[in-house]
C-alpha cells in the first residue's frame, strides 16, 4: 500500500508552464507504474500520462503529447508532470495514481492508489 499527495496546482494563463509534484510514501516507490490523470465535472477520468517503474518508459494521451513531461525520482519517491503551453482545456483536477502492474496503462482501473487530486485551472 502506498500513499500519494500531490500539489504544484494552481489557477495560470493560458500559455504557461505548471509543475505538479506527486510524494508517496513508503519505501517500495521504485516497485510502482506511475500515472497522472484528470477529471472535470460530469466526465470520466482520463488518462494523461504515465511512467514505467525504472523512468526509461513514458505514455501521454495525444492531446498532450509534446506539452507535458513525466518524470520520477525514485530516490525521493517522487513523480511529476511538467506542463508547459497550458490550454484552457486542461482545466481539470489532476490525480496521482500508482500501479502495482509492470507495465503502462491508459487505464484508470489498473492503478490501485490515488492521491486526494490537486486543481490546474487555466484562463484564457
Known amino acids: 500500500q502506498v500513499q500519494l499527495v500531490e500539489s504544484g496546482g494552481g489557477l495560470v494563463q493560458a500559455g504557461d508552464s505548471l509543475r505538479l509534484s506527486c510524494a508517496a510514501s513508503?519505501?517500495?516507490?521504485?516497485?510502482?507504474?506511475m500515472g497522472w490523470f484528470r477529471q472535470t465535472p460530469g466526465k470520466e477520468r482520463e488518462f494523461v500520462a504515465t511512467?514505467?517503474?525504472?523512468?526509461?518508459?513514458?505514455s501521454y494521451v495525444d492531446s498532450v503529447k509534446g506539452r507535458f513531461t513525466i518524470s520520477r525520482d525514485n530516490a525521493k519517491n517522487t513523480v511529476y508532470l511538467q506542463m508547459n503551453s497550458l490550454k484552457p482545456e486542461d482545466t481539470a483536477v489532476y490525480y496521482c495514481a500508482a500501479s502495482a502492474y509492470d507495465y503502462l496503462s491508459t487505464s484508470r482501473h489498473a492503478y490501485a492508489y490515488w492521491g486526494q487530486g490537486t486543481q490546474v485551472t487555466v484562463s484564457s
Open positions: 513508503g519505501r517500495t516507490f521504485s516497485s510502482y507504474t
Open positions: 511512467i514505467s517503474r525504472s523512468g526509461s518508459s513514458t
